[in-house]
């Protein structure tokens, strides 16, 4: 198995796709390095003169709102990092036939599976952890100052981390049931309804206590979750990061998290990785090729 999983490592890094997402995430970030680095250099122009409480309390809002709208795009960019690199991750092999040759050898379809999706899972996380620190820097060293603890940024490289082998484990599946094509199609639209699903209960919890619309979208938020729990672990990433305390300083920003996951979701998310796994073995088991 092990020679599967470098395989598919080495395959992902010699794809095109990759080397343009790798392209573009450099551009992404210098553009947005450059766009805290003007604002921070404006607000401080501003404020300089200015060290009351409610002055500290402005920038610190204004900085988890840099902060988190950067991490919402790199998870934006993780997503399509695995929709347009992974999706033929199992259905590519069987369209080109390279999997008829692989399969004669002594090694099982479990094996090959697994050794499939561990090797793409291996770049996808090394790439979601540089992302993720990237914009802790950008803002640490452009940004405005913000206390943010090394333990709460650990547990947050680590639920973000749940993100891609999350998508890669539907991925996974619905390569081994359709076309690469339609495998594309389909996360795509999972993760369009994942995010407005996350916007909606988002907005839910904010007018909660005003009308029962609020508790109708938070309703919604939670049924979406419950589909793709891919955006509820992103809100958690980002309340772990900036935990109740800071966050406390922020009006509504529709790229954080204000909601609490029950334990009973948190169980949910790695309940749905190991289903969608048994699932893609299953199909795979039963797959004629």
Do not use: C
């Amino acid at each position: 198995m092990g020679t599967i999983i470098r395989y598919s490592y080495k395959e992902m890094i010699r794809k095109k796709i990759f080397l343009i997402t790798v392209v573009l995430t450099i551009a992404f970030l210098a553009l947005y390095g450059f766009g805290v680095y003007e604002i921070n250099k404006e607000i401080m122009a501003h404020t300089s003169n200015m060290q009351d409480a409610s002055t500290m309390m402005m920038r610190s809002a204004q900085s988890i709102f840099y902060i988190s709208f950067g991490l919402y795009f790199s998870y934006m960019l993780v997503a399509f990092l695995i929709i347009f690199a992974a999706s033929g991750i199992i259905s590519s092999d069987i369209e080109n036939g390279t999997i008829q040759t692989v399969l004669t050898r002594p090694i099982s379809r479990e094996k090959y599976l697994f050794g499939r999706f561990m090797g793409y899972f291996l770049l996808v996380f090394l790439y979601s952890i540089f992302v993720f620190l990237s914009i802790i820097l950008i803002n640490k060293f452009f940004g405005i100052s913000l206390n943010l603890k090394t333990i709460n940024i650990i547990k947050s490289i680590l639920i973000f981390s749940i993100i891609p082998i999350t998508l890669l484990s539907i991925t996974t599946y619905f390569s081994t049931k359709i076309s690469t094509l339609g495998t594309g199609i389909i996360i795509i639209i999972l993760m369009g309804l994942s995010m407005v699903g996350g916007m909606i209960e988002e907005v839910g919890y904010v007018i909660s206590t005003q009308s029962q619309v609020g508790d109708r979208l938070i309703k919604v938020g939670i049924i979406t979750s419950l589909v793709i729990p891919v955006d509820n672990i992103y809100r958690e990433t980002s309340r772990q990061l900036f935990g109740e305390g800071l966050l406390a300083f922020s009006s509504f920003n529709p790229f954080s998290g204000t909601s609490t996951p029950s334990i009973f979701m948190k169980i949910y998310w790695f309940l749905y990785i190991l289903i969608f796994i048994f699932l893609a073995l299953k199909s795979f088991r039963k797959k004629d090729i």
